[in-house]
């Protein structure tokens, strides 16, 4: 015969509390002593206390349906040098973008809050987020940042997008880069292109972990030797001023690429020069914006990651989950795939242009 659930009243009568207490103290509230919730928390695991799943979701669905009697904002932390980057550059208009759709679907409001630009250093916007009583911070793509970089972690949800602040230990979202290699590579594969050259920032596969890297020499033992091009990492610098074309022409000329795949959309031209030059060779982006889409290739699907983040700092918010995370996570999000064009754009375009001559 089962024995008996055991109910949150149970636990509250063994403990000696209220049985708000122990609801309380069961969702890790911060307004009950951490010595207090610890102990309950003990007791009910001892207890054989577990949740009701069908309860839990009809107390979800209530605080999610009832009016809030003030807009509770998620705070999105940018720290871009330029600033025709937020409103320009695909990257960050479509996490924007992404983030403040999710935030008011779940009845939140999306702020954003520029570091070196609105708040000269993080002491000085850790006491707006207070004073604001905000609780969910978004770090929203930075751009790299080594600099020293505080905040009362313990009170905030915290969330980033992409690897970026690297030190700071928190729940991440950002798009599956390796399955974006093996999209692209079967698909060249398929039409009959095998010489595929990846070429990647250095700089920024060292930041990121060496994905796009991980994802290219994972198909190592399905490419055969004669095919096999070493990826090409070329040196562009935490300014992105240097200009890296004339090496990746150079390294796409030795190996005979007769495909680069980049997310670096500047890659075109030295497709471009290839062909000029009567060697074929196309480009496929690996972050396709609007003036590369032609090209098909990957669509990172930086809308959805900003929408994941605010699901992953509303999540936090709601269980009271703050600060570091001793075991943080990181949520990978699926890119889309472009169709490639069987003709490649620029030897069309190069094509049409001696036509007009």
């Known amino acids: 015969m089962d024995k008996p659930r055991v109910l949150m009243k149970d636990v509250a009568k063994v403990a000696g509390v209220h049985q708000t207490t122990v609801s309380l103290a069961l969702r890790n509230h911060p307004s009950l002593p951490k010595s207090t919730r610890e102990r309950i928390q003990k007791l009910a695991d001892e207890m054989g206390y577990r949740p009701d799943p069908a309860l839990s979701a009809l107390v979800a669905y209530r605080q999610a349906t009832k009016n809030r009697p003030s807009e509770q904002v998620i705070a999105w932390i940018i720290n871009v040098r330029d600033p025709k980057g937020v409103s320009e550059h695909h990257v960050h208009r479509d996490l924007l973008a992404g983030a403040k759709e999710r935030a008011t679907e779940l009845g939140y409001k999306l702020d954003t809050f520029w570091l070196g630009h609105e708040y000269k250093d993080s002491k000085s916007l850790n006491r707006v987020l207070q004073a604001r009583g905000i609780q969910g911070v978004i770090f929203g793509a930075f751009d790299y940042f080594d600099e020293p970089f505080e905040l009362d972690w313990e009170q905030y949800s915290l969330v980033k997008v992409n690897p970026f602040p690297e030190f700071l230990e928190f729940d991440s979202v950002q798009t599956n880069q390796i399955e974006s290699i093996r999209l692209v590579h079967r698909k060249l594969k398929e039409m009959g292109i095998h010489r595929i050259g990846l070429a990647v920032s250095e700089f920024?596969?060292?930041?990121?972990?060496?994905?796009y890297a991980s994802g290219f020499y994972s198909?190592?033992?399905e490419i055969p030797a004669e095919d096999w091009i070493e990826p090409h990492y070329f040196q562009h610098g935490a300014d992105y001023k240097e200009d890296v074309r004339?090496?990746?022409?150079?390294?796409?000329?030795?190996?005979?690429?007769?495909a680069i795949i980049s997310n670096w959309n500047n890659m075109a031209d030295v497709a471009r020069s290839m062909l000029q030059e009567g060697n074929e060779c196309r480009f496929v982006p690996l972050d396709a914006n609007k003036r590369s889409l032609k090209f098909g290739g990957i669509d990172q699907n930086h809308h959805e990651n900003g929408r994941r983040a605010v699901d992953m700092a509303v999540g936090q918010i709601k269980t009271f989950r703050r600060g570091n995370e001793n075991t943080p996570c990181t949520t990978l999000v699926s890119p889309k795939f472009l169709k490639i064009p069987e003709q490649c754009p620029i030897k069309e375009e190069l094509a049409q242009s001696l036509v007009s001559q």
């Open 219 to 221: 198909l190592r033992r």
């Open 246 to 258: 004339p090496a990746a022409l150079e390294w796409a000329r030795e190996n005979k690429v007769e």
């Open 204 to 211: 920024e596969e060292e930041h990121k972990h060496f994905t």
